[in-house]
């Protein structure tokens, strides 16, 4: 038998282990059992370690699977390693499945039902519904609920945001914003002093620095074209910035859109006609320090009405990115000029997105 | 390398281990060490060190990793190429019995050397994901403490973990 290794090693190996083993392991001892289920500080400690993973909302059937972001380094083409995550609601009954924060997502269940759901350890929470604070009469018209969450790490809690957007005939587009705090199972709360902005492609929350970030369009003016803003609002104070975007040429392309590639903010174009060229924020907030990436020339083959967007960007420069082509989403990747296509079978998806293994519980408050 | 580097006298330092074998190693292996650096850039480093948690098997291993990490890294190689010859030398070096693996790791972690601390935690996780209750006790000399009806809950609370 090997002689006692210290207690902060053995941790230290763990933190290294999948999930699913950790679970497994919960019964090796009272200690494990505590460490595994209750410590906070292993939790993140083990979040640190924790590889990176896709997502993908399958299309039609609605069923979730995953994969390592890691399949995606190799140079096959083929990637073999997809598997069917159980989700809290049956695959056929989710709306959308939206980015997730510390391997927790928001998924919308349809007619409306939000969870919060950890597919790691298969953990779940319903969250009370969130009301409308307005009537829908005519010369309103709902534009829908998205969701976001995050941490706030101020309060060491996990916040959810619920955005409404609504176009008032007369006063324009409106946007109303809650939130609800994970730790003490709240009520929504309205958030204060956010403007009525037209918030692009609010699926995706550009979590940043503690923070949401988006693309908008102030919901009053009618210029063309129209002023784009970036936008911001930081998670725990729920305090709203903007910053005016330059007239680079994704944004005199209409549709500016705002990913996250290494923990910097990137923009790029949603539609090319010539090329796709992504732009870099080196320093956050200052749009002085704003340098193309790189672009990608228009392909000879490309179906109209097709859009790219970024992933992840891997340690030896190579660029992973979703292909949307009429709703359906493929996976590729980009380096030295070349465009490579993956292989994830013969499933067709609705959504792809990057996420983290955690042991993270979505109930907090136990 | 050139001629003028083979001329200066190169540092070397006396290692101890706990049995009592003493290693000679060049300064360049030694202050991957992190505990030796420190001395040494403190000014403190006395050309005999003893190092008491270590034995003699295991202190060759770690001298045997610290010398190719140091070779690799100021060769005149290309990142890439030293990269790539790391991998296949820290894959190599990993083959070992378990129990050296532990050993290993105890004292990457009581030398302070990084990247020897992380190669064998990465190695030992994988090796152990897989394994049953019964053999994470045993390689890790942790007591059952769960009564039999405590343990039956849990597995059954989790039974999807063992499928």
């Known amino acids: 038998m090997a002689a006692k290794l210290p207690c902060d090693i053995i941790i230290e190996i763990l933190s290294r282990l999948p999930v699913r083993s950790l679970i497994r392991f919960k019964c090796v001892s009272k200690s494990f ?120 790490s101020i309060s060491d809690d996990y916040k959810v945001f619920s955005i409404f957007l609504f176009l008032d005939i007369g006063k324009g587009l409106r946007t109303k914003l809650k939130s609800y705090s994970l730790k003490s199972d709240s009520l929504w709360r309205k958030v204060e002093n956010f403007p009525s902005v037209d918030l692009w492609n609010r699926e995706k929350s550009n979590l940043l620095n503690g923070a949401f970030h988006w693309i908008a369009i102030h919901g009053k003016d009618n210029k063309e074209p129209p002023p784009f803003l970036l936008v911001s609002l930081e998670i725990g104070t729920e305090t ?3 910053l005016s975007l330059p007239w680079i040429s994704c944004c005199t392309q209409r549709f500016p859109q705002l990913c996250v590639l290494k923990g910097k903010l990137c923009l790029y174009n949603l539609f090319f006609s010539k090329s796709f060229d992504l732009w870099v924020i080196e320093e956050y907030g200052v749009m002085e320090s704003l340098t193309k990436m790189f672009t990608i020339p228009f392909y000879e083959d490309q179906p109209q009405s097709t859009y790219f967007t970024p992933m992840y960007l891997f340690e030896d420069g190579k660029i992973m990115l979703k292909v949307i082509t009429g709703g359906r989403v493929q996976v590729v990747t980009y380096k030295d000029g070349i465009l490579a296509s993956t292989n994830l079978g013969n499933s067709s998806y609705q959504k792809a997105r990057i996420w983290t293994e955690t042991l993270i519980s979505p109930h907090l408050n136990n | 390398m050139s001629s003028s580097t083979e001329l200066t006298e190169k540092k070397v330092f006396l290692l101890k281990s706990l049995d009592g074998v003493i290693f000679e190693v060049e300064e360049s292996v030694a202050v991957q060490l992190e505990v030796i650096r420190e001395l040494i850039e403190g000014d403190c480093a006395r050309p005999f060190i003893s190092l008491y948690n270590v034995t003699s098997e295991i202190l060759a291993l770690v001298i045997e990793y610290c010398k190719h990490h140091a070779e690799t890294c100021s060769g005149g190689t290309s990142a890439t190429i030293a990269d790539e010859d790391l991998k296949t030398f820290d894959n190599e070096f990993m083959n070992v019995d378990e129990n050296i693996l532990l050993e290993l790791c105890s004292a990457a972690d009581y030398l302070d050397i990084k990247s020897l601390f992380e190669l064998t935690c990465r190695t030992l996780a994988s090796l152990i994901k897989d394994r ?31 499928k």
């Open chain 1, 240 to 242: 709203y910035r903007e």
């Open chain 1, 33 to 152: 059992h505590y460490l595994i289920s209750k410590d906070p500080n292993f939790k993140k400690k083990h979040m640190n370690q924790s590889a990176k993973s896709v997502l993908y909302l399958e299309s039609p059937g609605n069923r979730v699977l995953s994969n390592s972001l890691s399949s995606f380094s190799n140079d096959e083409e083929r990637i073999q390693d997809l598997k069917i995550l159980v989700t809290p609601v049956k695959g056929s009954e989710i709306w959308t499945i939206y980015d997730s924060c510390d391997g927790l997502f928001c998924i919308e269940e349809r007619g409306r039902g939000v969870f919060v759901w950890n597919p790691s350890t298969k953990e779940s929470k319903k969250l009370p519904d969130c009301p409308i604070d307005i009537k829908i009469v005519p010369g309103i018209h709902s534009r829908g609920f998205t969701y976001a969450i995050a941490y706030d």
């Open chain 2, 132 to 162: 049953t209750i019964i053999e994470v006790r045993k390689m890790f000399n942790v007591e059952n403490d769960f009564s039999v009806v405590e343990e039956k809950a849990v597995r059954k609370e989790f039974a999807w973990a063992f």
